[in-house]
């Protein structure tokens, strides 16, 4: 068992990493050209008045004064009645542009580890605006539009060329070397490849690929680290009985996203028990499956998994990233499919890509059946019920979505991702800090995922407590009862600060209306539409029945 300690130094380097750093840093580009959708950075930009969620985990502070000097938070000024009722200079700091937070509150920007950016149609823009709107700052994207794409995309966000998170794409192992197959599956040269791919701008790596050989796992997963990388591993029921979740967390693993190989690691055999005409490569078979050994683990080993696996996983050092959002929809497809933003903001390309169609990856809810939304509403809860051990016991839960797949809306799952945390037991703030501090930690970004002097402004500006309830965050707010017992609806975030940029979040939102609207032109209703449209007077709705 290789035990992972870097969590706890790593802690303690980014203390001392801040507290060494230079009151400024110069900007990671120009002031970008983004019309009304946004502006900045400014050489100074003022917070005024803002209640504070650290990130760390700690409750609400405030209210502070904020001040940005480009894309770094240079002062934090506390006005609390303490601490104004001692200032001899109650004088009130200003700047190049002084947003009035009074009432509001402030958070780190969230850092999604895992969600897709999917092809076109659809608009690249389309996901990043939906990001930025709903919080999101830091993306690890899948290259789904090719890996030069991604990596242009994000040297370009850095540069504040185009308003979009700060990006990390994820890699394939050897991807942009050119050795041959023999070369890059030997353990042996992990450690070359590895630095060659880091130097050439990989920081997430994928382990996808080497699930087969439990050695050369492990190898690379120790190289890219040792090389100042990342992982990350979907791990898939084909390999499962090669590598599962404790495997490969104790083979250094940085991340395991989703949920699977955790309950097969409980089992008392090597492979759960498959239909004998199982087939992986179909997805309606995979999907189903993938929610039932929940019910085999828990019938026969939900001790040992509670236990011994969580404590196994703790001390091995791996990151949790949930992503329970994407898979929300296997228990109860209709009402995934019915969610109320899906006719003005979701995309018809995403639309038709969630429809059930084999052709597609993630569009299996053909002969979906009433058992199996009872195994995944099982496997919800006992996933769920580990998330809390893990937790519990001090393991790190980071926060990704694996959006823009089955029905997940991107921004809009974002949010209900912390939602679905809340269910597993962990305290709101811990999940917030899921969402900040741990995902910047796993990431290996130690000026990211908190407010505090000398860290990167990226920041969101809400218009009440997320701790309180995080549908504060959704684009459209929340409901609640103001003083008078009028019924109001909050502003969700009135602002997202990336990079020292202050976005206009209104504003993305209209951007993203059009682009849906302009995407559903001449479109008639869908097959899981058809039950549900009023007929026009003298015919019934387009569709085929039999």
């Known amino acids: 068992m290789i035990l992972r300690t870097f969590r706890p130094l790593m802690a303690g380097f980014v203390v001392a990493a801040v507290l060494a750093a230079p009151a400024t840093v110069p900007l990671t580009g120009q002031a970008g050209d983004f019309g009304d959708l946004a502006a900045g950075p400014y050489d100074r930009l003022v917070i005024r008045g803002a209640m504070v969620i650290p990130g760390h985990g700690g409750p609400l502070v405030g209210p502070y004064d904020i001040v ?70 830091t993306l690890v994207p899948a290259p789904d539009r090719g890996l030069d794409a991604a990596m242009r995309d994000a040297a370009r ?18 991807e942009g070397t050119d050795h041959p197959r023999g070369f890059y599956e030997n353990p042996v040269n992990a450690p070359a490849i590895a630095r060659e791919m880091v130097a050439a701008g990989a920081h997430v790596v994928s382990l996808g690929s080497v699930t087969w050989d439990k050695a ?20 898939p029921p084909s390999t499962n009985a090669v590598v599962d979740a404790v495997d490969a967390a104790c083979e250094g693993a940085t991340m395991i996203e989703h949920h699977y190989a955790y309950a097969e690691s409980a089992l008392d055999r090597q492979t759960q028990d498959y239909p004998r005409d199982y087939n992986f490569n179909d997805e309606n078979h995979r999907f189903r499956e993938a929610g039932r050994v929940w019910l085999e683990a828990g019938a026969t080993a939900k001790e040992r998994l509670l236990g011994e696996v969580a404590q196994q996983l703790v001390d091995c050092g791996v990151t949790m990233l949930p992503t329970r959002v994407v898979y929300e929809a296997n228990r109860d497809i209709l009402r995934a499919q019915s969610l109320p933003w899906h006719a003005k903001y979701t995309h018809q390309a995403l639309i038709n890509w969630n429809l059930p169609n084999p052709a597609f990856h ?65 305290h709101n703030l811990e999940i917030l800090q899921s969402a900040t501090l741990n995902s910047a930690e796993t990431l290996r970004q130690e000026r990211l995922g908190l407010v505090r002097p000398g860290y990167l402004a990226d920041l969101v500006i809400v218009d009440g ?42 504003r993305l939102m209209e951007e993203v209306a059009r682009m849906v609207a302009e995407s559903k032109r001449g479109i008639g209703p869908s097959v899981v539409e058809q039950p549900f449209v009023i007929a026009p007077a003298g015919g019934a709705p387009g569709g085929t029945r039999r």
């Open 68 to 137: 940005i000097e480009g894309n770094v938070i240079s002062e934090m000024i506390p006005f609390d009645p303490v601490t104004a009722e001692r200032r001899a200079d109650d004088t009130r700091p200003t700047g190049d542009r002084v947003i009035e937070a009074d009432g509001m509150v402030v958070m780190p920007g969230m850092i999604d580890l895992h969600m897709h950016l999917r092809q076109e149609p659809m608009e690249i823009e389309y996901p990043y605006y939906l990001k930025l709107a709903h919080g999101v700052t």
């Open 157 to 174: 966000a850095g540069r504040n060329e185009i308003l979009a998170p700060r990006m990390f794409p994820i890699w394939g192992w050897a």
């Open 216 to 235: 050369l796992f492990g190898a690379v997963a120790r190289a890219v680290y040792d090389a100042g990388g990342i992982t990350t591993i979907h791990l």
């Open 362 to 426: 993630g569009s299996y809810h053909y002969d979906w059946t009433s058992d199996d939304e009872y195994y995944w509403t099982y496997a919800f809860d006992l996933w769920g019920d580990l998330i809390y051990e893990f937790n519990k016991r001090g393991g790190r839960v980071a926060y990704g979505t694996d959006d823009n797949y089955i029905w997940a809306t991107p921004g809009f799952s974002n949010v209900r991702e912390l939602q679905l945390l809340r269910e597993s037991g962990m």
């Open 465 to 506: 407590n997320p701790a309180y309830n995080f549908r504060f965050l959704y684009s459209f707010g929340a409901l609640r009862l103001d003083d008078s017992g009028q019924m109001i609806r909050t502003r969700g975030i009135v602002h997202t600060i990336k990079d020292g940029v202050v976005i206009e979040n209104d």
